[in-house]
C-alpha cells in the first residue's frame, strides 16, 4: 500500500511543477487566478497525503476558495493582461533566483529526513503535546488542543491580525453599502482644504 | 425564460446544507479535523454564493454590513474576554493566568474547563472570520470598476 | 552524496516551487501578478515545513480512542498508552502552518485593495507606468 501513496505523491508533485510553470508564463490574469486556485487544491491533496488533514482543510477553504474569489475580484477591477516582460529584468530576476535556490540546495543535506519519527523537529515539543494532551486537555483532535490551549495566545493574536486586515479593507474600499455614482466623479473631485469658520475662530 | 433557474434553484437548496456543514465543522473540531477557521470561511462562502447568485442588494439585505461589522469585532472581544475571565476566575492563592482554561470549571479531572474554553474561542474565532471574509468581499464588490466589462 | 540527497528528495521540488514563485514576484510588472506569485511562494513555503512533519507509517494526529471508554478506564495510563503503541504526525508544524495560512489570506487581501486604489488613481497597475507616473510628478514635467 505503500508504493501506491509514493506514487500519488509523485504524481501531485509533477502537477504542481507543472502548474507553477504555467503560472510564470501564462499573461491572461483570468487563466492565472485560476491556475493559483488549482495550485491550492493540488497542495491540499498532498497534504491530505501528508497526514495533515486540518491543514489540507484550512487550505482548500481558505486558499482554493477566498483567495480565488478575492483574486478574481480585484483583476475584474483592475486589469485582464499583464504586460510581457523585458529581457534584461528576466535575466536579472533568473540569475537571483538561481543563486538562492543555490543556497537552500547547499542546505538540504543538514534538513531532517523525511519521515523519520526520531528527527530534531518531531522529536520534542511535537511528541510531548502528543503525550500530554489526554493527560491535560483531554481533546481528540491534538491540532485543536495545541491550537486552542497550548498556543491560545497565538491564535488569539491571528485572530486579531485578521480583524486589523478586514478592518484596513475596508477603510481603503468602503463598508459596500455605498450608493452607485456614475464613474469619473469620485476620481475628479480635488480634495479642498478647510477654511476656517466666518466670524469666528481663535482671536 | 429566466437563464439563471438552475443555479437559483439548485443554491436554494445548497446554501443552508452548506452553512450547515459550516456549523458541523465548528462543533467537531475538538474530535476531528476542523475548528473555527475552516468553519469561518465555509459560512462566509455560502453567503458570497448567495450574493453571487442573487445579486449585491439580496445579499446585503439578508446579512446587513453593519451585522458584518459588529461579527468582527465581537468575534475578536469574545476570545480576549475568555482570557479575562479565567485571570478573574483563579482561584485565590492560584497562579493566575491568562487564556488558562481550566479555571473555568471545578472539574479538574474530566477536564472540562478545557472543554468549554476551547468550544468559547472557537465560537469566537468563528464570529470573526465569517465577519472579516465577508466584509472584504463586500468591500471589493462595492466598487465600482473604472471600465464596463464590454470595454475591456 | 545522492543517498543523502535521497533520502531528503521532498525538499528539492519544493524549493524549485519556491523559487518559481519568487521569479514571478520579481519578473513581472503587473501587480496583480505579482501578488498571485507570492502566494505560490507563501504555499510552497508550507508545503516545506509539512512535509517535515511527516512520519513514515504515521497517522493524522487524532488520537482515535474507543468512544465511551476513556471515562471507565483511568486517563492517565490509556492516554499514554495510546500515544506511545501508534505512531503520529507531528501536530506542531500543523498549528503554525494553520495560523500561516489565515494570516496570508488576510495579507492577500490588503495587498488587493492596495492595487485597487492604485489603479484608481493612476490608471494603471504595471510598475513601469507607476514609476514613470511618479518620477514625472516629482521632477515637474508635464504630467
Not at chain 2, 28 to 41: E, I, L, S
Request: proline share 5%; glycine share 10%; with cysteine.
Amino acid at each position: 500500500m505503500t508504493d501506491l501513496t509514493q506514487y500519488l505523491d509523485y504524481a501531485l508533485i509533477g502537477m504542481l511543477l507543472a502548474v507553477a510553470f504555467a503560472i510564470v508564463r501564462l499573461r491572461n490574469l483570468f487563466a492565472v487566478v485560476m491556475l493559483m486556485g488549482v495550485y491550492s487544491l493540488l497542495c491540499a491533496a498532498w497534504f491530505v497525503s501528508l497526514d495533515a488533514v486540518d491543514v489540507a482543510f484550512t487550505e482548500a477553504a481558505v486558499g482554493a476558495g477566498i483567495s480565488t474569489v478575492l483574486l478574481l475580484a480585484a483583476m475584474l477591477l483592475t486589469a485582464r493582461e499583464a504586460e510581457p516582460t523585458k529581457p534584461p529584468r528576466h535575466w536579472a530576476a533568473l540569475a537571483v533566483v538561481v543563486a538562492a535556490g543555490a543556497a537552500l540546495l547547499y542546505a538540504v543535506p543538514d534538513m531532517p529526513v523525511y519521515g523519520d519519527p526520531q528527527s530534531a523537529a518531531n522529536a520534542y515539543v511535537g511528541r510531548d503535546y502528543l503525550e500530554q494532551t489526554p493527560n491535560e486537555i483531554a481533546v481528540p483532535n491534538i491540532v485543536t488542543a495545541v491550537l486552542a490551549s497550548y498556543r491560545g495566545f497565538d491564535t488569539l493574536g491571528e485572530t486579531m491580525v485578521i480583524f486589523t486586515a478586514g478592518l484596513g479593507v475596508m477603510l481603503m474600499l468602503g463598508f459596500g453599502n455605498r450608493k452607485r455614482e456614475p464613474k469619473g466623479k469620485q476620481a475628479a473631485k480635488p480634495v479642498k482644504p478647510v477654511k476656517p469658520a466666518k466670524g469666528e475662530g481663535a482671536p | 425564460m429566466n437563464p439563471h433557474l438552475i443555479l437559483r434553484v439548485v443554491s436554494k437548496l445548497l446554501i443552508p446544507i452548506i452553512v450547515l456543514f459550516g456549523f458541523y465543522v465548528q462543533f467537531h473540531g475538538d474530535f476531528g479535523p476542523g475548528g473555527g477557521f475552516q468553519a469561518g470561511v465555509i459560512v462566509a462562502v455560502g453567503v458570497i454564493l448567495y450574493a453571487l447568485i442573487f445579486g449585491m442588494e439580496e445579499a446585503r439585505r439578508a446579512v446587513p454590513p453593519a451585522v458584518v461589522r459588529y461579527g468582527m469585532a465581537a468575534g475578536v472581544l469574545l476570545f480576549a474576554g475568555v482570557g479575562v475571565a479565567t485571570l478573574l476566575m483563579n482561584g485565590v492563592g492560584e497562579p493566575v493566568n491568562f487564556l488558562d482554561y481550566d479555571a473555568l470549571h471545578t472539574d479538574q479531572g474530566h477536564h472540562t474547563g478545557q472543554h468549554y474554553g476551547i468550544l468559547l474561542i472557537e465560537l469566537g474565532v468563528l464570529f470573526t472570520v465569517a465577519s472579516v471574509m465577508l466584509a472584504i468581499f463586500y468591500a471589493f464588490a462595492g466598487r465600482i470598476p473604472d471600465l464596463p466589462d464590454e470595454d475591456w | 552524496m545522492l543517498d543523502i540527497l535521497l533520502e531528503r528528495f521532498n525538499y528539492i521540488p519544493i524549493i524549485l516551487l519556491m523559487m518559481t514563485g519568487l521569479y514571478v514576484v520579481f519578473a513581472t510588472g503587473n501587480l496583480v501578478k505579482r501578488l498571485v506569485g507570492l502566494s505560490l511562494f507563501q504555499t510552497s513555503v508550507f508545503l516545506l515545513y509539512i512535509t517535515m512533519a511527516k512520519v513514515f507509517g504515521g497517522q493524522p494526529p487524532i488520537i482515535a480512542e474507543a468512544h465511551g471508554e476513556d471515562h471507565a478506564v483511568a486517563a492517565a495510563g490509556h492516554g499514554a498508552a495510546a500515544a506511545e503503541a501508534v505512531l503520529y504526525s507531528n501536530p506542531l508544524p500543523h498549528v503554525l502552518i494553520l495560523t500561516a495560512i489565515v494570516v496570508g489570506v488576510a495579507t492577500l487581501a490588503v495587498g488587493l485593495a492596495l492595487v485597487v486604489r492604485i489603479r484608481e488613481a493612476y490608471g494603471s497597475i504595471e510598475d513601469d507606468a507607476l514609476n514613470t507616473a511618479d518620477y514625472s510628478r516629482d521632477t515637474g514635467a508635464a504630467g
